[in-house]
């Protein structure tokens, strides 16, 4: 398989659906019930999702994956984003690639992004690095979270 499978991560160690065609990897993914090139990136988007759904148990149906949004009249997609039952999103992922530093530009990104969809809980990942963070609207700032709650302690 390609070299990105043989990443370890900071995630428990999942089972996936991986393929191999054309010389290249691809992997399957559930949200969107399909097969994808198995890039860097997506390998943490993948194990970032068996995460959510297997340690901090929410439900698959609630997850969705790369969607477009317009943030300042641009033109950008979400990595991951979690609804709650009322169909409000409450979490909001970036995920980067291994090799790519978790930095304030990540931070920034993640926090643009929320300026439009207005999430409580935001995670941003490179696989190896996660960071949670919690929105107080009131006083309109980030307080860092150790960890992320799971799905039944959320708002």
């Known amino acids: 398989m390609q070299f990105c499978t043989m990443i370890k991560l ?59 949004i317009e943030v300042f009249n641009t033109v950008k997609r979400y990595d991951l984003v979690v609804f709650n039952t009322e169909k409000k999103i409450s979490l909001l992922v970036e995920c980067k690639s291994p090799s790519v530093k978790i930095t304030q530009e990540a931070f920034d990104q993640i926090a643009r992004y929320n300026t439009v969809i207005q999430s409580e809980y935001l995670m941003l990942t490179n696989g190896l690095d996660h960071f949670y963070y919690q929105m107080d609207f009131k006083e309109k700032k980030y307080i860092y979270l150790t960890d992320l709650p799971t799905y039944n302690s959320l708002k």
């Open 10 to 68: 900071n995630f428990p160690d999942y089972q996936y659906s991986i393929k191999s065609k054309e010389n290249k990897s691809y992997i399957f993914d559930p949200i969107r019930k399909k097969w994808l090139v198995l890039n860097p990136e997506e390998w943490v988007r993948q194990n970032c999702v068996q995460f959510l759904i297997n340690e901090k148990k929410f439900p698959i149906g609630l997850l969705q994956v790369e969607k477009k």
